[in-house]
């Protein structure tokens, strides 16, 4: 092949460090426009996969619909999926009816884990062992803005995934003030204090107030390293 034929092929347009999905994608040689053509996506929609935002969708469900239709285009199967996770991958059973029930009864179980963690995220959150005098709004009525505080990009991004798998309403997604907050907190406004403290559980952090607003709906997440402080 020439040079001028070698300029002219497409390349695939991604590091194969990004994400396993990336991975997966670059070892077929398909670029992302052609990958999102196989899946019946849009490229924005492959490029948010492949980068963790699944905040850009609009639900948890259609996020996930858009990851099972990428993975099925590029042929991953349950092996390769470990693999590109970095998960030990179980030998071969040649297709026995035994392997088939364990696969099987595998992902019943991750579904069943699946549906109880949107349970319990959905429901109030306790505190001091009792049940809320006033019930806490569902996790979709609260919007969260959740703000890059330490310069790292790729963690914010990731911390909004997070937030957003919790079926909160991830209406941005950008740069804080400044670069040098030392953890990650929940923000709220005031009266919002309890769906401040029930995200930043979730999220295992902790939460500040804000000075002012008047909406106790909304909160902020400002992300710090991903260490935190020293």
């Known amino acids: 092949m020439t040079k001028a034929h070698m300029a002219l092929a497409p390349q695939p347009d991604r590091s194969p460090d990004e994400s396993p999905l990336a991975r ?3 070892q077929r040689q398909l670029t992302v426009e052609e990958a999102a053509r196989r899946a019946g996506l849009s490229p924005d929609q492959v490029e948010w996969l492949e980068d963790g935002r699944v905040y850009r969708f609009p639900s ?5 619909v858009a990851a099972l239709l990428y993975a099925s285009a590029l042929g991953v199967d349950h092996r390769e999926a470990r693999s590109l996770a970095g998960l030990p991958v179980t030998p ?3 297709g026995s009816p035994r392997g088939r029930l364990i696969g099987v009864a595998a992902l019943l179980a991750a579904l069943a884990a699946l549906a109880g963690v949107f349970w319990l ?3 109030d959150v306790p505190r001091g062992g009792s049940t809320p005098a006033v019930p806490l ?3 979709w009525k609260i919007s969260v803005d959740v703000l890059n505080g330490s310069g790292d990009i790729t963690w914010t991004r990731q911390m909004a995934s997070r937030v957003g798998a919790l079926a909160y309403h991830v209406q941005h997604v950008g740069r804080a003030d400044k670069f040098d907050y030392r953890r990650t907190a929940v923000y709220y406004e ?3 204090d309890a769906v401040a403290i029930r995200l930043a559980r979730q999220l295992g952090v902790v939460t500040k107030p804000l000075p002012g607003g008047a909406d106790p709906h909304h909160v902020v997440v400002i992300v710090g390293p991903h260490r935190g402080p020293a």
Do not use: C, E
């Open 24 to 26: 997966a994608r670059l």
């Open 60 to 64: 948890t469900d259609d996020a996930l």
């Open 92 to 94: 071969l059973v040649g």
């Open 121 to 123: 995220q959905n429901g």
């Open 137 to 139: 709004p569902p996790t």
């Open 190 to 192: 005031p009266g919002g």
